[in-house]
């Protein structure tokens, strides 16, 4: 069986490579999949196999999922083009007669406000249609977003959002990432709603923060609008900072946090910890 992750290279998709090797998969047995075959040069002595598969380039896919049996979609960064570079794949993988598609959404997809959600809807709907037996791994947020602010939270000795006392049930990428091989592996279709199991707030991460740096940080909450030209005003451009401010918004409602457990259940034990993943980010 023939297993191929998109995006192969990047922080999720090379996680799920590592992965699906401590699970037992045959290193022969698995396509990463990337856009620049150079990034990927450390696979090839492991004896993966090494494809191009670039969203931006169609001509590309048919040929990188020849033979493949399961397939993981890792979703594009290219926010406002990923329903086409999505389709692509689809058809491409229906072309190629792959015979399971796993994508890697976001958490509570069909109900979520959050700007992030329609393009990830929309693709859903599009696997759907393909008629190719698919899961859908819908990821919470990553714990990992919040590495470039803790950075900045050390040395500023605030950590600014505006996201009240709104939970995250955040995971680290390699929680998830163990999740996308766990289901890849098994090849059962299915919606997975994906979380960590430590819901924090803001103000919880901040003082997690204060305690392994030793430096004095506090959660600053701000309404939206400061937080976003706060954002803009850092260097972040104005429809991203946007897309930020408004998801700290969503935040504060609630649609970041779970309890079900369901990540827990496939990865076998419980998430990590949020002592381990700020030690992580504070460490990188």
Do not use: C
Request: hydrophobic share 50%; no cysteine; charged share 20%.
């Amino acid at each position: 069986m023939t297993i191929a992750v998109t995006g192969a290279t990047g922080h999720l998709g090379r996680l799920v490579v590592e992965a699906l090797i401590a699970r037992g998969t045959a290193p022969g047995e698995i396509v990463a999949g990337v856009r620049d075959t150079a990034k990927a040069a450390g696979l090839l002595p492991q004896g993966i196999q090494v494809r191009v598969a670039d969203y931006d380039r169609p001509e590309t896919l048919a040929a990188a999922f020849a033979g493949v049996d399961r397939l993981l979609l890792v979703s594009g960064n290219a926010v406002g083009q990923r329903i086409a570079q999505h389709t692509a794949v689809v058809e491409a993988a229906k072309q190629a007669g792959v015979g399971f598609l796993a994508y890697t959404s976001i958490l509570r997809a069909d109900t979520s406000p959050i700007g992030l959600a329609p393009e990830h809807l929309a693709t859903e709907e599009i696997i759907r249609s393909s008629g190719i037996p698919y899961a859908f791994l819908r990821n919470g947020w990553y714990i990992e977003n919040y590495a470039g602010a803790l950075g900045a939270a050390v040395s500023q000795g605030a950590l600014y959002g505006s996201a009240g006392a709104g939970r995250i049930a955040a995971a680290t990428r390699a929680d998830f990432a163990e999740a996308a091989a766990a289901v890849l592996a098994g090849g059962e279709p299915g919606v997975y709603e994906l979380a960590g199991d430590e819901p924090f707030t803001l103000a919880e991460l901040a003082a997690e923060v204060a305690r392994q740096s030793g430096s004095p940080v506090v959660y600053t909450d701000l309404p939206e609008a400061d937080y976003r030209a706060a954002l803009a005003g850092a260097g972040v451009p104005a429809d991203f900072a946007a897309l930020l401010a408004d998801t700290d918004v969503k935040i504060r409602d609630g649609h970041l946090d779970d309890a079900s457990g369901t990540l827990a259940r496939l990865i076998g034990r419980p998430t990590t910890p949020l002592s381990d993943a700020v030690a992580a980010v504070l460490k990188s």
